[in-house]
T-cell receptor, first 115, second 108 residues
Framework: DAMVIQNPRYQVTQFGKPVTLSCSQTLNHNVMYWYQQKSSQAPKLLFHYYDKDFNNEADTPDNFQSRRPNTSFCFLDIRSPGLGDAAMYLC??????????????FGSGTRLTVV | GIQVEQSPPDLILQEGANSTLRCNFSDSVNNLQWFHQNPWGQLINLFYIPSGTKQNGRLSATTVATERYSLLYISSSQTTDSGVYFCAVLPGNNRLAFGKGNQVVVIP
């Protein structure tokens, strides 16, 4: 089945130690998104790639960066994780454009713990 | 930006009961989706429903785009229906906007 896959499901990292989360998709969607979700809150968009074009949200901290080396993969890099960065990180994809009959597809998420 | 309001915020159901969740949004949208987030955090797409009515098993959804609301119906609820239900809408800027969710607990 076509899907969005995130690895790992759980990640523990040390305060200040760089960490990378990965996302891959077999849907061949144009757009890939990274969301941060803290406890009892709605997901918050960090940034997205439309093909190779990177779109950062205005309030996303500089500590968060992303790479999309090809259509299938997208990475979230946290350069110096703080305790406040502990959260669920969700990757999503969509076809993009005005005509989209399928909407967004989310991966199963990576739960990040900072110790 | 667009406002998305979900009600009720919290709901406790006896297994077997029916319920309706509501999503109001403040502007016209190109897309509306209902998601279920299970206790493990996975967001599962239930419906892509910018307008009209759809059914999938015990779940159904209706969106009245002209009046800017959507309803999610859960019939004969089961304990596996527990979790948070999110309504999310897509205005013209390609950024999905989420409501705060409906926390549903189904007790046996």
């Amino acid at each position: 089945d076509a899907m969005v896959i995130q690895n790992p499901r759980y990640q523990v990292t040390q305060f200040g130690k760089p960490v990378t989360l990965s996302c891959s998709q077999t849907l061949n969607h144009n757009v890939m998104y990274w969301y941060q979700q803290k406890s009892s809150q709605a997901p918050k968009l960090l940034f997205h790639y439309y093909d190779k074009d990177f779109n950062n949200e205005a309030d996303t901290p500089d500590n968060f960066q992303s790479r999309r080396p090809n259509t299938s993969f997208c990475f979230l890099d946290i350069r110096s994780p703080g305790l406040g960065d502990a959260a669920m990180y969700l990757c999503a994809t969509s076809r993009g454009g005005l005509v989209d009959n399928y909407g967004y597809t989310f991966g199963s998420g990576t739960r990040l713990t900072v110790v | 930006g667009i406002q998305v309001e979900q009600s009720p915020p919290d709901l406790i159901l006896q297994e077997g009961a029916n319920s309706t969740l509501r999503c109001n949004f403040s502007d016209s949208v190109n897309n509306l989706q209902w998601f279920h987030q299970n206790p493990w955090g996975q967001l599962i797409n239930l419906f892509y429903i910018p307008s009209g009515t759809k059914q999938n098993g015990r779940l159904s959804a209706t969106t009245v785009a002209t009046e800017r609301y959507s309803l999610l119906y859960i019939s004969s609820s089961q304990t596996t229906d527990s979790g948070v239900y999110f309504c999310a809408v897509l205005p013209g800027n390609n950024r999905l906007a989420f409501g705060k969710g409906n926390q549903v607990v189904v007790i046996p």
